[in-house]
């Protein structure tokens, strides 16, 4: 299985993502993960690890992980003991390979997979966490290069209607969990918080070639 070379700069992260040319394989703690070329790879970035650090995912609870890409997190919210997830992507590469990873891990009878833009595909029901590792760069994405949807955000719209739309599937003691970076607009990024409405109950930092941000928001 291929090391982890994390990448910062976003071209380059680009470039090394598309330079597969087909499905390969990784691991990440211990576990196998399959990538398709077009989705976000935990070979290059080190997002998915860094939330996993420091997320609390409760025995027996509901997580819905928005912008699942290879379905990392929802996979390991499962195996930590989530008893219902449901794993969104717009991206139909990264559905499929998400699929794929829930079932060789054996986690499918726990974990749903929908290829929806944000929630315009996922049913009306309430979660306990709902994770996103939000994309960092406002640029706008490439729809020929579906890869780009999972680091580009023009003017941060999709996290801002993210947030706005969060609000009718959080439960009332739920936590929504937001990643993101210093490499992006992370002041702009805790104004769209606020304005939505969203309580930071905590901000975690961790810098690894460049600052990663966690924030928990609840209503």
Same mark, same amino acid.
């Given at each position: ?6 990448? +910062? ?51 027996? +609870? ?53 290829? +929806? ?100 928001? +609840?209503?």
């Amino acid at each position: 299985m291929n090391k982890s070379k994390i990448i +910062s700069d976003v071209s380059l992260f680009i470039q090394k993502s598309l330079q597969h040319k087909g499905e390969y394989l990784t691991e990440i703690k211990g576990k196998p993960l399959w990538v398709h070329p077009q989705v976000l790879s935990p070979q290059y970035s080190y997002s998915s690890r860094f939330i996993m650090h420091n997320w609390n995912i409760p025995k027996e +609870s509901t997580v819905l992980d928005m912008g699942t890409g290879t379905g990392v997190l929802a996979l390991f919210a499962a195996l930590k003991g989530a008893k219902h997830v449901v794993a969104v992507d717009i991206n139909p590469h990264a559905c499929s390979i998400a699929e794929k990873n829930v079932k060789e891990n054996k986690v499918s009878d726990r974990v749903k997979v929908i290829q +929806s833009d944000l929630y315009n595909n996922v049913k009306k029901e309430k979660f306990d966490r709902i994770i996103f590792n939000a994309p960092y760069w406002n640029n706008e994405p490439n729809p020929s290069i579906p890869l780009t949807y999972a680091v580009f955000d023009k003017n941060y719209l999709t996290l801002r209607r993210f947030l706005k739309e969060s609000k009718e599937y959080l439960n009332i003691n739920g936590k929504i969990i937001l990643s993101f970076s210093t490499q992006g607009e992370i002041d702009l990024i805790r104004l769209i918080i606020a304005k939505s409405r969203f309580i930071i109950e905590k901000e975690i930092q961790e810098t690894k070639g460049h600052t990663r941000v966690l924030f928990y928001l +609840s209503l």
